[in-house]
């Protein structure tokens, strides 16, 4: 019983519990375009 909470303890401690939920921050209105685009033509002889 004593390696099963051993085991535990270190599941929480990899898992990087340490602390309270922390809320993130606000998106900013509008629209976000990320990305890349790539156009082309290929063709073969």
């Known amino acids: 019983m004593k390696y099963l909470a051993l085991i535990l303890v270190f ?6 519990a340490d602390g309270p939920p922390q809320r993130p ?9 990320s990305g890349t685009l790539e156009i082309g033509v290929t063709g073969g002889s």
């Open 25 to 33: 921050d606000a998106p900013e209105p509008g629209i976000n375009v």
């Open 11 to 16: 599941a929480l401690v990899a898992c990087g």
